[in-house]
């Protein structure tokens, strides 16, 4: 089973200190316009959502694991539920890798692979180094091409 790369922690983070902005913010206009109980509110709700963020993305990371097996990927993660995933290459449409702003600042990539299928058509595997994902994806491709042939459609 690999593991993320622990910049993924970074990325994760701040986007935990992200949501206690948006959630003070939200506390403080909730405050300001409708309770009238006091600025501390606001930074009371930040502070905790920042908190609960962070704890979250430590253990987060702690959790997550990917494998390529022979006939499919296998993802495990989740905190409050876990969460696995076997995605059959003979499913896979196709494979992109992504790298939000965040996570090029921290030298990680995303690869994303989209599968036939209606219901989370797509499982995304982050904290990888742009060299690993690249290299993921064109695995995960050939894998894909590979078992094409092996399966009848029909």
Do not use: C
């Not at 959630?23 to 409708?34: I, K, N, P, T």
């Not at 962070?54 to 694991?65: G, N, S």
């Not at 097996?69 to 890798?97: A, C, I, K, S």
Request: glycine letters at 10%; charged letters at 20%.
């Amino acid at each position: 089973m690999e593991v993320l790369n622990p910049r993924v922690r970074f990325v994760w983070v701040v986007g935990a200190a992200v949501f206690a902005l948006v959630v003070g913010g939200g506390a403080f206009v909730a405050d300001r316009f409708v309770l009238g109980v006091g600025v501390w509110v606001a930074a009371v709700a930040a502070a905790l959502a920042l908190v609960l963020g962070v704890v979250h993305a430590l253990l987060k990371y702690r959790i997550w694991r990917f494998e390529v097996r022979g006939d499919d990927l296998y993802l495990e993660r989740g905190v409050v539920t876990r969460v696995n995933t076997v995605v059959p290459f003979v499913r896979v449409q196709h494979v992109d890798t992504q790298r939000g702003p965040v996570e090029r600042a921290a030298g990680l990539a995303s690869v994303v692979v989209y599968t036939a299928g209606s219901r989370g058509a797509d499982v995304t595997i982050p904290g990888l180094t742009p060299d690993r994902a690249d290299a993921l994806q064109e695995q995960l491709r050939s894998l894909a091409i590979e078992s094409e042939g092996e399966y009848d459609a029909v």
